[in-house]
């Protein structure tokens, strides 16, 4: 017996293998499930094997496939097999593979075909009618635009009923095999490994052909909300229960000032597939940081958000993290960013969006020099952004080794440790924020420092110190922008004949103390100090101490004079310099955070992934757990996009200059008065006058 | 004399006199209303009259041009009309876009031109020293517009100028360092799309499977074809093959315009399926596309490539499509030239690689880099390092497999062999192409690629940042970007407000222009004459330079001495020596200075 399962994401391989397993232990019939993970397109090796699965499989289930290509692929290959094949079952996918449905009597092909012929029909196509558009509408996501809102919840309560009003419908003839389907869809929609088994012995009973003499439970309930943990041995299905048990169990209260709420995908809960959740949590735990982490039906996160984050109107976590790989509002195939945007506005939460990797294995994205695919890249980075999600960090995600999806720890433990600079920030008293302002000097020549597109940065420095001394903030501010200006250029420069002050000169010693990365480094360019920013025996810190305020000028590529480097095809590592800089900025200075002054500097564009990216990634290491603002050009989403995916910043854009017409300056003027005067005279000699002085004049200042 | 000057007229700018040229008092009148048309383009175009200090509401900016500029285009997704669109219909006049077009060519439509801008610009006056009310009387009664559509273009402006005159920045910075939620926003011109105010927000860019959307689509197609006329009209003939430049920054801000015209080039559209998602083409049928499929060469920024990879996907596949087609080899240059290219021993997967960007994980050609440093002796090494840089091919082979950056170095090259035309879409007057050294490294970079394996290739650019899309030369382009900031006072007093940093602006300005030098051979030597002119003979602002920022002012005539040894300007040698005297003094005043 061979049943081909088609599907995406993390959650069904688990509970299928699993599955599989314990039929065969508990049956002879000799079960065989072959699946296939459809979320990118597969290569034509991987689908040769898809079709082999195909053309001898019994039954074929096709489970939430959207990408056309594999949907194309699959269509071609159900059709081949057609009298061969008991049965086809396809769940949430694009209307294509819906009406590949085909069980006993019923066929939705048929079915989605006579939608327009005739109103009279038998109550049995109606049903599997509406089921097949249902479903096929609910994807696409129209189903929430009618409604206004997606209710999702209101939908798994209707499911649950229904095992119990299938009952009284007949099991013979089609209306038997729209029982069956509903039965299929209500086990699948439960995904537990329990009802991922009945699922397929569900399947093999009434269709497989074979005798097999195995009890089927009725589909088990689970919860539709809910708090999840992995200490607990149940889902809470209130705050107040999750609560009690936690602060029980830790001897201390929830404070919403350290509590991280987290939004969990409930099929990931219900199948038991979460690991990769369970080593987020207790990463974010180690840093003594609570945790909410509340299942979401992915449709509307906002109705999770309410339930178990919020507590009359005030929030109950200080930082939301969604792990659903979705929009916050609208699910996987619409983004409804007005209201999502609302929601976070209102409640004043930040809210971060990170990625499990559910179309590509851990291996792949360890190896690709991308980091995630373009199917990843989109739905779970690009989409989320217009959220206002910040910090795209991979947390975790299937290997290829396993059918469980995994987390990634070091990359856990970042996103923990950042979690908790954020928190710090949220609540240090201001006087005790330190933070580190980084400037722009490209090319390098000292006429260059405070470079940045459409800003004056002198004078906006000046504007910053000022309000952030207002704010509390421990800061020495220069009279004027010029003094400002003297004190990082000038200083102690002619001394050292830098470009500017050197604040402070880190020992080689201390650098390799301090930096993991220096060996790497040195492979690439030499033995520390190396001779950008650095005299053989100390690396240099260019800027100023201003209190607990420290304003400093990012190196460059450090191509300059080295044309050899220029000329390499890939850049392999920041100079010594530049990674010394902010070593110096995390563990010697240690700011709380850091400000880029502007578009736009080089550390994201340091090598490494794309996006979601490694701990080997040049930006995640310069980075490191600092929180990343950088004020960035209103006019550039491209390059300022980039900045938050690799160097996890937080843009605040700056408005462009103003803006004139160019107007007419002196010859263009003249110009302009001769070509009218041609234009409105009527006398010839005149006009051959003008004719002449405006060639004259066109050539003069070579306008053609 | 007039016959000779429209001959080499006729042939720099390509206008066609034809049949015309018989009758000389015709020409003339074309010719002046020609000139006064490039005046009234350098006349109008927005420039930047300063830098933005971080924080501050720009409360004395002079706003009525932007505001003119701003109700000049059709909204529609505000429901809201252009006020130009408003005067021309309500005048009987042909649409503001249509006057646009054919006032260069003729007289009574510039003059209906020029009347619908003057009663705008006096609405935009009205309102900006009254109110929306008296604004709307005035077009109702003036030009017969209806109050309830002004008062919506009004109500848009007032809302613009509400939020230029408060400025959140500041308070966004504040929270963000208090860890708090900070709002998203679009990111683009302001004249673009407005909604980018209030300032001070997280910018993001666009969900890549929704590019090219429908309207990019629709306003992609009359671009392109007026790329491709252009060249028919100057050549007589059309490019089998045209290198584009595809970058993040347009393509984001107008859902994929850049890529849309790429795609409408080799004749194909965007497919989408049942989730709306752009991801498979559809064939225009030859005899609806009523010429060749164009084979377009894409070399892609790597910022392109990390935003939107499901369209790098896209545009290979299309590539691979088109070359597939079994169409007559002259109606499909993309077919031609992979047959071609496979009967030379190349494979199918090979021959229709056209998607190239950097190695994975970097950014850039690094041809700036050289530039500005001078590291170069031959510009060829700047094209080679165009195509070491660029030559990383992406897509997916006929086998299904993805390649990301595989590098195809002898690809890369042998598709520039054929090139005819290299290009880029720009929809910004914010960012022009003398104003960052980016368009220099990779227009220019390709450029000078195709020049060293075929011949100095065709330079276009388009305009579509205006009402009425325009495709120029890179020569044009360059020559009005000098004339309108750096030759311009009122760009220099506006920069040199700003001191130390408008030095270095205006430093900027000069090498990115020298830059065009070094990849195209693009800038004319007056531009270098009147550098020279404004910047270091005159005695007073050579001062002013050096006084407010001596390094920058050293650069600057570092660079202009370097255009001179390199070739591109041929100064007299009293312009030289000066030069060389006023270096040479301000290298000692700053190792003065630096002790």
Known sequence: MKITVFYVGTSLLSPLKRAEEEINRQSDIGLEVSTHNCGAALANDEWARAEMDVSDSHIVFIIHVTDQENASRISSAIDRNRERLRAVIAFNCMPDLMRRTRMGKLDFAALMKSRDTSEKENDSRSIARKIGSWMAETIRGRREKKNGHANPAQYLKLISKMPAILKFVPATGRLGDIKNYLFLFCYFLQPSPANIRSMLVYAIKHYGGVKARMEIAPPEQMPVVGIYHPDADKIFDSFDTYRKWRERKLKKRLEPATTIGLLLMRPQIISEARQHYDGLIRAIEREKLSVIPAISTFMDNRDACREFFIEEGKARVSQIVSLTGFSFVGGPAMNDATASVEFFKELDVPFRSLVSLDVQTIENWEQSRTGLNAVQAAMQVAIPEIDGAVEPFVFGGLSGRGVQPEPIEDRCQRIARRLARWNRLQTAPRSAVRLAIVMFCFPPNKGNIGTAADLDVFPSLMEILARLKSEGYSVTVPATAEELRKVVLEGNSDETGLLANVAYRMSVDEYRRLCPYVSDIEREWGSAPGVINANGRELFMLGAHLGNIFVCVQPTFGYEGDPMRMLAAESATPHHGFMALYTYIEKVFRADAVIHTGTHGALEFMPGKQAGLSSSCWPDRLMGELPNVYLYSVNNPSEGTIARRRSYAELISYLTPPVENAGLHRELATMKELLAAYRRTTDDAERDQLYEAIEAQARQMNLT | ?595
């Open chain 2, 1 to 595: 004399m007039i016959f000779h000057d429209l001959f080499w007229y006729s042939e720099k700018s390509g206008q066609r006199f034809g049949k015309d040229m018989t009758n000389p008092s015709t020409d003339r009148e074309q010719r002046v209303l020609h000139l006064y048309e490039r005046v009234l383009e350098i006349e109008q175009r927005l420039i930047p009259t300063g830098l933005h200090v971080f924080g501050l509401p720009s409360a004395d900016r002079e706003i009525r041009d932007l505001l003119q500029v701003v109700a000049s285009f059709d909204r529609p997704e505000m429901g809201i009309r252009a006020l130009t669109e408003l005067v021309a219909e309500g005048m009987s006049f042909p649409s503001y876009q249509t006057l646009l077009k054919e006032s260069a060519s003729s007289s009574e439509r510039m003059t209906e031109r020029e009347q619908v801008e003057s009663i705008t610009r006096e609405a935009i006056t009205i309102f900006i020293e009254t109110e929306s009310q008296r604004a709307s009387e005035f077009l109702l009664n003036r030009a017969n517009v209806a109050a309830e559509q002004s008062l919506k273009v009004f109500s848009m402006l007032a809302g613009l100028l509400h939020q230029l005159e408060t400025n959140n920045e500041l308070d966004s910075l504040v929270r963000a360092l208090g860890g708090r939620y900070i709002e998203p926003g679009p990111g683009a011109d302001i004249v673009q799309n407005p909604s980018i105010l209030p300032t001070g927000r997280n910018t993001h860019a666009v969900n890549p499977y929704a590019v090219p959307s429908p309207s990019a689509v629709r306003r992609a197609a009359p671009v392109a074809e007026a790329l491709l006329s252009r060249h028919l009209d100057e050549t007589g003939r059309y490019p089998e093959s045209i290198a584009m430049v595809l970058w993040g920054i347009d393509n984001i801000k107008t859902e994929g315009e850049a890529v849309a015209q790429a795609l409408h080039l080799m004749g194909v559209a965007p497919r989408r399926d049942s989730l709306g998602r752009a991801t498979d083409v559809e064939i225009i049928p030859l005899d609806k596309l009523n010429r060749p499929r164009i084979d377009v060469v894409m070399t892609v920024s790597g910022i392109f490539r990390d935003l939107f990879g499901s369209t790098m996907a896209l545009l290979d596949r299309a590539a691979r499509t088109v070359a597939m087609l079994d169409e007559p080899a002259d109606m499909n240059y993309l077919r031609r030239h992979t047959g071609e290219q496979i009967s030379e021993g190349g494979s199918f997967d090979e021959a229709a690689v056209r998607v190239f960007s950097n190695a994975a994980g970097n950014y850039g050609t690094n041809v700036n880099f050289m530039v500005l440093e001078s590291q170069w002796e031959d510009s060829r090494e700047l094209g080679d390092l165009f195509v070491t840089r660029k030559c990383f091919a992406y897509g997916r082979d006929s086998e299904g497999r993805q390649f990301e950056g595989r590098e195809a170095r002898a690809l890369l090259e042998r598709a520039l062999e054929r090139v005819e035309v290299t290009y880029q879409n720009i929809d910004s007057f914010e960012v022009g192409i003398t104003d960052v050294d980016h368009y220099f490294e990779y227009l220019g970079g390709v450029t000078k690629a195709v020049e060293k394996r075929a011949a100095r290739p065709r330079v276009y650019l388009s305009d579509t940042l205006s009402p009425a899309a325009k495709v120029r030369t890179l020569e044009e382009t360059i020559h009005l970007e000098a004339r309108t900031k750096l030759l311009n006072p009122r760009w220099q007093e506006g920069m040199l407000k700003h001191g130390f940093s408008g030095v270095a602006e205006i430093e900027h300005q000069v090498t990115n222009t020298f830059g065009w030098s070094a990849t195209a051979d693009a800038v004319d030597e007056w531009v270098y004459d009147k550098v020279a002119e404004t910047f270091v003979l005159d005695e007073e602002m050579l001062k002013r330079l050096s006084a407010l920022n001596p390094h920058s002012a050293r650069v600057m005539v570092g660079r202009l001495l370097e255009a001179a040894g390199r070739g591109y300007w041929s100064a007299n040698g009293e312009v030289l020596s000066r030069l060389q005297e006023v270096f040479t003094g301000l290298e000692d005043r700053i190792e003065g200075v630096s002790g």
